[in-house]
């Protein structure tokens, strides 16, 4: 059964700061990777895609890479801004019916 | 282009009723997928449709079920609730299955009184 955590559960940093988000999955037999934005009481924003064959994907100020045989993904983001607080949750697709099985995400403040 | 949307935004129901959740996928999207939010429990997934079949469901009791009409359109039925249905639903599409992102909706919020 897949598993997946992010590390750390929270995180405070001040504008301006480059940082990174951890995501570890403990079956590496997966053909994606998702990375999410969530807003409170609000649905998820699709952020990123790494598929299985992939290394990294960008977009803007953000930064995903994939190590499909260590388990483990992180989300870079650089310069961070007050408009980047959120929870960034990341997700893993086994193609076991198209299920995604996420992490507990983690709850990023940037704080002006 | 529209996003997911789902219908209602919040609905509150009492234990033992029954509630019916709505999501009409993007244009083009044919699967659509359940998921739950509840608090201190993570995203679970639910079920996923794909061109009107139940494709695949998760590790919940027989009394959320749903269904997926012909225009993609889908909705979720939870019966008999009970004080811990509550949470958020969310909804997603995709354009098929086999690799595809997934987009969510904005959920619904069931509180069960």
């Known amino acids: 059964k897949q598993e997946v955590t992010q590390i750390p559960a929270a995180l405070s940093v001040p504008e301006g700061e480059n940082l990174v988000l951890n995501c570890s999955f403990t079956?590496?037999?997966?053909?994606?990777l998702q990375w999410f934005r969530q807003d409170p009481g609000k649905g998820l924003t699709s952020l990123l895609l790494i598929q299985s064959s992939q290394r990294e994907q960008t977009s803007g100020r953000l930064n995903a890479s994939l190590d499909k045989s260590s388990g483990r993904s992180t989300l870079y983001i650089a310069a961070s801004q007050p408009g980047d607080s959120a929870t960034y949750l990341c997700a893993v697709d086994n193609n076991a019916g198209n299920m995604l099985t996420f992490g507990g995400g983690t709850r990023l403040m940037v704080k002006p | 282009e529209a996003g997911v949307t789902q219908s209602p935004t919040h609905l509150i129901k009492t234990r033992g009723q029954q509630a019916t959740l709505r999501c009409s996928p993007i244009?083009?999207?044919?699967?659509v997928y359940w998921y739950q939010q509840a608090l201190g429990l993570g995203l679970q997934f639910l079920l996923w449709?794909?061109?009107?079949?139940?494709?695949n469901r998760g590790n919940f009791p027989p009394r959320f079920s749903g269904r997926q009409f012909p225009n993609y359109s889908s909705e979720l039925n939870v019966n008999a609730l009970e004080l811990e249905d509550s949470a958020l639903y969310l909804c997603a599409s995709s354009l098929g299955p086999s690799n595809q992102p997934q987009h969510f909706g904005d959920g619904t919020r069931l509180s069960i009184l």
């Open positions: 079956d590496s037999a997966i053909y994606n």
């Open positions: 244009s083009g999207h044919t699967s």
């Open positions: 449709y794909d061109e009107g079949e139940e494709r």
